[in-house]
């Protein structure tokens, strides 16, 4: 089975197996080495980060090394059959360790152990732990019942866990993005997802948690957050829902919702009243220092709001970039997958967006050969990529996954082959898109948050537009990493622009 994808930085391809190391906590050291490697999306990255900030407050240090490790946990992905085939691949290459070490300690973890539960324990013996995406809590504890020789599983899901009290530690990213979680779970349905069956109920974090997060982030020198969800529209969250773990003082939580905007100013005087949406959360994050992009993802075309759309076209910082996965053009198809909305609906909100937000920028995902559609439904998808012209697009062909509505239901009745072909034909339209919308900007002048040296040379620096479009140019005195750049884009390729830097306007 084969993927094709576009990368941007939420389910970034490079970043698959990626090691997480940090520095130890002072005075807590227990000894112990973690290696900790993530598959799949941002959330994943950003739950190993928990995890990690869990187990180093124990006393762990981490190591990018796995053959040196006492506890090599992997953070796994279900959505599609290769995610899975690629972490059964990994696990055998850990065999070497074990063998090595025999109180080395593997775990699973994330919607790979959900999904399995103890049956991961039969179907591959190397695995010492499996742990669910809501119960990292418990991981010290598991790891004590390994220690005393048992085999241990937690997959127990939760209605309130969000972490919301514990600071992911970020040491190894480039110190300028972040991610931060809004919310957990999903409560929709769509017939071809295992998300609900892995990550349980949808369930939105304290906002004054997120915001102090992300203004601890950017006082240590973060200049860009991308708040996650599964669905980030549908975030609520009412006075008195808060984790009795949270750590906000009801000071910090009342001067938090008075930045909110006039209409949660009014009503925060009795908190028990203030209900926070997406639109507000934005709001609040947006108001943490105009030198802070906020980014998000995943926007749900049903639940995206007019209210949203105008909160990002009243703050400068807030990216004007919105990923909005329309997964088919056919209307009989998106009702096969449940999806809620059908075509004209999803134009109305592509029409919306274009409307209050004429710069924006839209990204997708589609999925070819889904059960029983045909070829004239595939070209539905072609002509709806047409007539919005993505940004970017994240492209599959279906997987079916046990357990799902889908898997139930349907007939998986497309054969590989064409699959792939459609795959094909979406990949190819799409980087004709790709490359007519960057080709739109050349001769403009793009805001670009500088994130680092580019990967060819060090020569030259890269960073995203506000419209999320990679920008490579030379490197300008007196410009660093994490400063903001005017660049004037003199060409482009079909994913990356090419500029050089001009003087800021007053
Ligand atoms: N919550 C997001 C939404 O509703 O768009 C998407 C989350 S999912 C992790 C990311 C993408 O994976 C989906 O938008 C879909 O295109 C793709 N996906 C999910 N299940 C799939 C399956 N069974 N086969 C192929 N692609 C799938
Ligand atoms: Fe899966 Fe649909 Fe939920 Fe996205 S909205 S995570 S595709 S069930």
Known sequence: MMDLVIPDKVHDESRQGEALV??????????????????????????????????????????????????????????RENAEQRVRNRLKEFTVAKVKNRGLVVGVLGC???????????????????????????????????????????????????????????????????????????????????VPFTRGRERSRDPHSIVKECTDLFNQGYREVTLLGQNVDSY???????????EVSNEERQQNALTVGEDIAEVSEDLSKVEVNFANLLEMVALVDPQLRVRF???????????????????????????????????????????????????????????????????????????????????????????????????????????TLAAKRYADDIPDLVKHNRLKEIVARQQEHSFIRLQKLVGTTQKVLIEGFSKKSDQDYCGRSDQNAMVVFPVTENYKPGQYANVFIERSTTATMIGRVVPQTP
């Open 112 to 194: 790979m152990a959900e999904r399995l539960k103890s049956k991961f324990l039969e179907e591959e013996k190397l695995v010492d732990v499996v742990v669910g995406p809501d119960a990292y809590r418990d991981l010290p504890n598991l790891i004590d019942q390994v220690d005393d020789g048992q085999k241990a599983v937690n997959v127990l899901l939760s209605r309130e866990e969000t972490y919301a009290d514990i600071s992911p530690v970020r040491l190894n990213s480039n110190g300028i993005n972040a991610f931060v979680s809004i919310m957990r779970g999903c409560d929709n349905m769509c017939s071809f997802c295992v």
């Open 236 to 246: 609520k969250w009412k006075s008195g829902m808060e984790s009795p773990k949270s």
């Open 297 to 403: 993802s995943t926007s749900h075309p049903k639940d995206i709001t007019d209210e949203v759309l105008y909160t990002i076209k009243k703050h400068d910082n807030i990216c004007k970039y919105i990923h909005l996965p329309v997964q088919s053009g056919n209307s009989r198809v998106l009702e096969l997958m449940n999806r809620t909305y059908d075509r004209d609906w999803y134009i109305n909100r592509v029409d919306a967006i274009r409307r209050i937000i004429p710069e924006c920028a839209i990204s997708t995902d589609v999925i070819t050969g889904f059960c029983s559609e045909t070829e004239e439904e595939h070209q539905d998808t072609l002509s709806m990529m047409d007539y919005v012209q993505y940004d970017f697009a994240y492209m599959f062909m279906y997987s079916e996954r046990p357990g």
């Open 22 to 79: 940090l520095e130890p906590v002072k005075g807590k050291n227990n000894g112990r080495k973690l290696y900790i490697e993530s598959y799949g999306c941002a959330m994943n990255f950003s739950d190993s980060e928990i995890v990690a900030s869990i187990l180093l407050d124990k006393g762990f240090e981490t190591t990018s090394d796995f053959t040196v490790a006492d506890v090599i946990f992997i953070n796994t992905c279900s959505i």
